[in-house]
């Protein structure tokens, strides 16, 4: 399978924004940081790199939170990195580095590329969530609109449904995420080899100081009961614009393990009706 069509700039924002002064230091910072890869300056020698990525609103920051509040090892920022930034301009302070961000699920192969001639373990930790919660979720930073659209959306499941089977790719849904942290716990620690120093469950007391939780909309304990917010009134335009733009939608619910048939379209459609006798009796 060929490596699906790389989506616009404005998504999957391969290049750096221009930052000052950060945008003018990087060739700076990039060689100081490969004098150090190769010894000639001091630093702790980089050994390994887990990356966080996957769809928007699937978990990434939730994820992230766990991670660095509740194991051992890895330096952490408490906030979305790119993780090419930290590979080649970063300071190596820790022999394991953790970065975040959704769209590095679009530069795996060159985050592969870059660390293959300097010996260090990347592997890559793939966020998914149930696509009718994500096509209905909303972000701190646009609170009344949808965060993602439809064909943002299929850039994302493309790119996933190609690396998500990878050897250096583990895939966690949110919905695992949420109803079994423990499982989802040994899962990550088999991988990566790390070890805990709290459960993932208790991730609300181990908050690490000055984490960038905004993207979480609040903290809170896990909540099995809100995975299927989607089906509430509020979304019931979204989801009939789903149906429309999106008629692949039940296929890739089941390739994504989360439907076993199409079953739900007849209960979603049955819910949909009732809304609209509702609306007509109104």
């Known amino acids: 399978m060929n490596r699906p069509h790389l989506p616009p700039e404005s998504l999957s924002r391969r290049t750096p924004t221009f930052q000052f002064p950060k945008s ?4 700076l910072l990039r060689r100081v940081t490969a004098l150090q890869d190769r010894g000639w300056l001091p630093a702790v020698p980089l050994q390994q790199h887990v990356v966080i990525c996957g769809f928007p609103r699937s978990g990434t920051t939730l ?3 766990m991670l660095e509040g509740c194991v051992e090892g890895p330096g952490c920022h408490g906030r979305e990195r790119r993780a090419l930034d930290l590979a080649s301009c970063g300071q190596r302070k820790h022999s394991i580095l953790l970065s975040k961000r959704p769209k590095d699920l679009f530069l795996i192969p060159e ?6 001639p300097r010996g260090v373990r990347v592997q890559f930790i793939l966020l998914h969530r149930d696509p009718r919660g994500v096509l209905t979720s909303r972000h701190f930073s646009r609170p009344t609109e949808y965060y993602l659209s439809v064909e943002e959306w299929r850039h994302y499941f493309a790119h996933w449904n190609w690396h998500r089977h990878d050897a250096d790719v583990l895939s966690i849904s949110y919905e695992q995420l949420v109803q079994n942290p423990y499982g989802v716990e040994q899962r990550v620690l088999e991988f990566t080899g790390w070890r805990a120093r709290w459960s993932f ?4 007391k181990h908050v690490p100081p000055g984490f960038d939780g905004r993207a979480l909309n609040s903290l809170r304990e896990l909540d099995p009961s809100r995975l299927s917010a989607w089906r509430e009134e509020q979304h019931r335009e979204r989801l009939l614009q789903l149906l429309r733009e999106l008629p692949e939608l039940s296929q890739c619910l089941i390739e994504m393990g989360l439907e076993p048939s199409d079953d739900w379209l007849r209960q979603l459609s049955g819910m949909l009706h009732q809304g609209w006798q509702r609306d007509g009796a109104a």
């Open 24 to 27: 003018l230091l990087r060739p």
């Open 63 to 65: 994820f992230q939170l």
């Open 111 to 116: 985050i592969r590329d870059f660390y293959a």
């Open 201 to 204: 469950e208790d991730f609300v």
